[in-house]
């Protein structure tokens, strides 16, 4: 874990604004590829960065994406500022939701979110405080190597 | 098969992404959950929703879809159809319903891999 990066950066989203929702998780893989990682990783990644992403724009006032790519692993972190999870493991949950019906209608809301970025990453991590927001930490192994870095 | 060959077979009217019609299409997915068409839809594969809005560019994008079929005639809305221009992502729209043009997709896809 003390390897050189290559490549660290955050990237902020704004809550409530759906208009560029995705674009994180399109910057995240534009990223990922110029690294040369293998296919399968880059597309893991971009799963994970955009329901993260999504979810944020849907529950929080604002978060942030935290990206870190190592050669064996890219891990991505998603922090935002709003109302927390009152109860994670309802949370977790498929099909548990709390989206408005602005929301559902445009086919997010559908309480697959978290499932699908836990069953997407090696390594998942929740943490919530209620008033203050969420954490989540993923890690996504690059079993292949690195070509062109 | 390309785009080009479904787009003249089932006579779809295209709103965006003309000089793309010759990527192939590898594969299809029906779906109005976003998450749903992340987690299980793949690369080159022609999407079929009824959802118009803006967000349908991110994910087709972010997939890389061969292209977006809208059923039912309904439109890409203004936004959407920026985006989708602008990302050059092929947007097409069919008066048929979702049920009935994922079938003839479906049957022209296998045929042409028999």
Request: proline fraction near 3%; hydrophobic fraction near 40%; glycine fraction near 10%.
């Amino acid at each position: 874990m003390d390897e050189k990066p290559l490549y660290e950066g955050s990237f902020t989203v704004a809550g409530g604004n759906f208009d560029n929702a995705g674009e994180v998780a399109s910057n995240i893989k534009t990223i990922l590829k110029q690294i040369g990682l293998p296919k399968d990783v880059i597309r893991k990644v971009a799963l994970v960065t955009y329901e993260s992403e999504i979810n944020i724009v849907s529950y929080a006032r604002k978060g942030m994406i935290r990206l870190r790519v190592v050669p064996d692993c890219i891990m991505i972190e998603a922090i935002d500022e709003g109302q927390g999870i009152p109860d994670i493991e309802q949370a977790m949950q498929p099909g548990f939701s709390t989206a408005n019906q602005k929301i559902r209608e445009m086919g997010f809301g559908a309480g697959m979110g978290l499932c699908n970025i836990k069953s997407f990453s090696d390594v998942f991590h929740i943490s919530s405080e209620i008033g203050k927001g969420t954490h989540l930490k993923m890690i996504i192994k690059a079993n292949s190597t690195v070509l062109n870095s | 098969m390309d785009l080009e060959s479904i787009v003249k077979a089932l006579d779809l009217k295209v709103k965006s992404g003309e000089d793309k019609l010759k990527t192939e299409i590898r594969g299809g997915f029906t779906g109005d959950l976003l998450s749903d068409v992340m987690a299980n839809s793949k690369e080159g594969d022609i999407w079929i929703t009824r959802q118009v809005h803006q967000n349908i560019v991110a994910v087709a994008s972010l997939k890389e879809h061969a292209g977006i079929i809208l059923v039912h005639g309904s439109e890409p809305a203004k936004d959407t159809l920026e985006k989708a221009i602008k990302g050059g992502v092929p947007i097409m729209v069919s008066d048929l319903p979702g049920f009935e043009l994922t079938g003839r997709i479906y049957a022209l896809i296998s045929k042409k891999t028999d």
